[in-house]
């Protein structure tokens, strides 16, 4: 399967970036994709994916389908402003995930 950002989707790369060790940064531009693994409760996924869809600009009906399809990469490129403030939200939310820049 191929993510709408052209990355393959394979359980593979889901490991690595488990593990920390993948690295998916555009360098001209210095935004980067964010990881998202699992919602700690229920109503995690709403809170989450309407605090996605309000700090990337992307559709309701995108952060929607990548919530209810954990764990899954973010389809939408970060700037580091947007992903410090998306990491604080879904923490809130009590969504675990993370950012991709290592």
Known sequence: MVHPLGIRSHPYLITRLRLGNYCIVDERTGRSL???????????????????ARITGCSLTLARKTMNNLPQILPVWLYPNQAHRLIKELKNALVVSHLINH
């Open 34 to 52: 964010y990881f998202i693994e699992r919602a700690l409760i229920s109503d995690a996924i709403f809170e989450g994916a309407n605090a996605i």
